[in-house]
């Protein structure tokens, strides 16, 4: 299934093949939670661990790519990978995603923390 990934340490916006609901997981590196269901149906999942994943990158014991954050101007902001998927069918899997890829990347505002960002620090 067509979804879209976000992955604020790179700044990217892409979309991805997503083989079923069940490899969500390894798209986001960890576990996952429902961070916004869209009127269209199209649901963001976000790094259930995000917050408490980000603070120790940011104390320097995790990794980097978690303190970056991400903000769709919904009600919070998200703390590392996030992906968009379409709504379930009726047997239970995740369709394509219908929000347009531009829609998302117009939307998007990547945080870098100020140290990171100074840092250089690449992929």
Not at 46 to 69: K, P, S
Request: aromatic residues 8%; contains cysteine.
């Amino acid at each position: 299934m067509k979804a879209i990934l976000i992955h604020p340490y790179n700044r990217t916006v892409e979309y991805v093949d997503v083989k079923s609901g069940r490899d969500l997981n390894s798209w986001i590196k960890g576990s996952i939670s429902m961070g916004h269901m869209f009127d269209n149906g199209d649901i963001l999942y976000a790094d259930d661990d995000g917050i408490g994943e980000g603070l120790d990158a940011l104390a320097g014991r995790g990794e980097v790519f978690r303190v970056c954050q991400f903000d769709l101007g919904l009600h919070q902001t998200y703390f590392g990978i996030g992906i968009i998927v379409g709504d379930e069918d009726e047997v239970g899997e995740i369709t394509d995603v219908k929000t347009p890829i531009e829609e998302i990347r117009q939307r998007i505002s990547f945080i870098w923390p100020r140290a990171l960002a100074a840092s250089g620090k690449q992929n």
